[in-house]
């Protein structure tokens, strides 16, 4: 792979993926004056399993739905952090699963 589109596969081509995994993730947050990514608890995957750790309380039964769709989101963003990361040169699928 040359320099050029290692710079570009690693930027350009990611950019639609940075956009949702960081809704998945938590996205951008300010912490003490500074920007960081993620870690505050706030994206979509986190509140999925904090809900569904509630309804596990009262039902005694983790939903098999949300179940496939945090998996879906997970298996999401650990794709597009291998394929920026360069362990894989296949660009990560828009899909939440392998059907």
Do not use: C
């Not at 994206?43 to 309804?55: R, T, W, Y």
């Not at 496939?68 to 828009?94: C, H, Q």
């Amino acid at each position: 792979m040359s320099r050029g589109l290692a710079v570009v596969k690693w930027w350009l081509l990611a950019i639609p993926h940075y956009i949702i995994t960081g809704f998945f993730v938590g996205g951008w947050g300010q912490e003490m004056g500074k920007w960081s990514i993620g870690g505050e608890g706030s994206g979509l995957i986190f509140i999925l399993a904090i809900f569904a750790g509630i309804v596990v309380l009262f039902t005694g039964g983790y939903p098999q739905s949300i179940f496939k769709l945090v998996i879906g989101f997970n298996r999401w963003v650990y794709r597009v952090a291998a394929y920026v990361s360069f362990m894989t040169d296949e660009y990560p699928p828009f899909r939440l699963w392998d059907d």
